[in-house]
């Protein structure tokens, strides 16, 4: 009986002992990987900031706007040159009409212009100036041409500028606005015949187109044609005051300046 148990026994565990084998979970395998190192991100540089972190007066940086707006304050210094037109003039003698013309001369100075911005596109501008000039009678019945003097004007016009291309590098623009104009240094020829002359304050219209570009940084390029349109009123006299020579010239000056401006 002892040894039908024992053998019993024995059976039953070499059935058992396989199916446990086959079940039992083998021990996974360590792997040793070796993983990539992640480079630190690098950080992004702009190549218009300087080193400083501070905009240098003559560069453009990041930080620069492109173009002119609403609120900008312009400084501009440019050559100008005045030409005088004289599209139509009379003399008179004593009161009795002469023939002949009154002709004056070209002249270029340098010229200071402020301009501010109120809205993007619209801008108010004065120019500051002042040019010499000789003024004469040319083709005057009997004498040819009569040197009268010379003067100096000073101009100011204010002018309402519309600008196309706000915030643009070229930024074109036409304007209307107005000139008085005064006289003064007076010179007379001292001839003869005009050793006293005397020219009335002026004024009227004037029309302008012209653009801005810009450089680099807050600087900018102008270019500006501007035509005024002014009768001028003038007298002649000689030193016992006995001859009067008395002038109407349409002056109507074309003005042309170039010249570099600055954004505040």
Known sequence: MKFNAFALAAAVGAVATPAFAQTAPAAAPQVMVSAPMTAAPVPSVNIHAPASGRCGLFQTCANTRIGLGKGDFIVRLSALGVLPEDRDSSLSLNGAHLGGRVKTTRQVMPELT???????NLSVDLIAASTRHEIAAEGVPGLGKVDVGSAW????????????RPHKRFNPYVGVGATLAWFHNISPANNGLTQKVNIGVTGGPSVNVG????VVGNWFFNFDVKQMFMRVHAWAQDSAETTKITAHDSLDPTVVGAGIEYRF
């Open 211 to 214: 653009f801005d570009y810009q």
């Open 114 to 120: 402020f301009e501010y911005f109120f809205t993007d």
């Open 153 to 164: 004007v000073l101009p100011p016009t204010v002018t309402f500028a519309w600008h196309f």
